[in-house]
């Protein structure tokens, strides 16, 4: 029997990666959608099928996290097995400056969906996309069993939620996991954010469009992974046989400043030339070092990174570098045919 799967998120990175990867395996996907003035549909429009189609898979719904009336009319409407909540204000400096509604969308709106599944069907399956920023302050690495020390809005907000999705577990015997992911990164990571900042900077740097990359932190560590490795990890959690938390990552750790200095020596730069320090990147409370240890999910899940720090960053310089209509350097492909053949990831 066909499975439904309803996706919080699914026109952004992971949204789009897993609405892929479920419909490769023979869901009826369901995707919020939040109505703007402008389309912010570009990361799955190659997968969107005319809903009056009889063959489609695939459909939208408009609305919004904090509109509880709304998540509950979807869900009776759809009936799904698998909710997957990746639906958030996700951008952590950005917290900063909407702290009250990034607690509204992120946390709240957890709140919002777990009890409208409580409500209608306790047998859904939900996943939570946490954070690694819930650890915040706590000396790595940072497993299952970390204490948290949020160091954001978006990080309490986060924190919040995971909670919840935990009380829910507890209180009503219901199918709710956390996936504590780690920093994930890809082709289609927002353009705000830290990595694909620099390897868009570099792409118009060469492109002759720009001189220079403005960048905040360059000391602080991070557990970058591939993005669409770790929406498989979302499905396999939910394929248990009982509910658990998992923290996913590599296992590795880099600063800001390494990444700079391994994407621009790909591209054949120099970032002593292009790169300045802008201190208005820089966060009010800042987390200096994040680690994942997935040993947990190694274990019960069987899953385990192949793409590490060197090789995602020239997956995403080739992207980007494609994007502007430069010649990407070529590595990056060759790493994509030879650990995923036959897949589309990174190419987009």
């Known amino acids: ?186 082709p289609r990571r927002g353009e705000i954010f830290v990595t694909r900042k620099i390897t868009r900077g570099i792409a118009a740097i060469l492109a002759g469009k720009e001189k220079y990359l403005y960048l905040g932190n360059l000391e602080a560590k991070r557990d970058w992974g591939f993005t669409p490795e770790y929406v498989e990890c979302m499905w396999q959690i939910l394929q248990q046989d009982t509910p658990d938390d998992y923290v996913i990552g590599t296992g590795e750790t880099h600063t800001v400043q390494e990444f700079v200095d391994a994407a621009f020596a790909y591209a054949g730069l120099d970032p002593e030339k292009h790169v300045k320090i802008d201190q208005k990147y820089f966060r009010p409370t800042e987390v200096e070092a994040l680690l994942a240890d997935p040993s947990r999910a190694e274990k019960k899940l069987g899953w385990k990174a192949k793409i590490k720090f060197s090789e995602l960053v020239k997956i995403m310089v080739d992207a980007d570098m494609k994007a502007a209509g430069l010649s990407p350097v070529g590595e990056g492909y060759e790493i994509l045919d030879k650990k995923f053949p036959g897949r589309w990831w990174g190419r987009d």
Not at 46 to 53: K, R
Not at 101 to 108: D, E, I, K, Q
Not at 109 to 119: K, P, Q, V
Request: negative net charge; contains cysteine; aromatic residues 14%.
């Open 1 to 186: 029997m066909t499975k439904t799967a309803f996706i919080t998120g699914i026109t952004g990175q992971d949204g789009s990666y897993l609405a892929e990867l479920l419909l490769s395996k023979g869901y009826e996907v369901h995707g919020l959608v939040r109505r703007a003035s402008t389309f912010n549909t570009h990361r799955i429009d190659h997968i969107y099928v005319d809903a009056h189609d009889p063959d489609a898979r695939i459909f939208f719904h408009y609305g919004d996290l904090s509109d509880s009336e709304m998540i509950s009319h979807v869900l009776y409407n759809i009936k799904p097995d698998e909710i997957y909540h990746l639906g958030a204000q996700s951008h952590v400096r950005v917290s900063f400056e909407t702290p009250e509604y990034t607690g509204n969308v992120t946390a709240l709106g957890t709140t919002r969906i777990l009890e409208a599944i409580r409500r209608s069907n306790p047998a859904i399956r939900f996943y939570q996309a946490s954070s690694s920023e819930m650890f915040g302050h706590i000396a790595p690495p940072q497993n299952e069993e970390s204490c948290f020390w949020p160091r954001s809005p978006y990080a309490c907000a986060k924190l919040y939620a995971y909670w919840m999705t935990r009380n829910y577990r507890d209180g009503y015997n219901m199918f709710t996991c956390n996936g504590i992911l780690f920093n994930h990164e890809s």
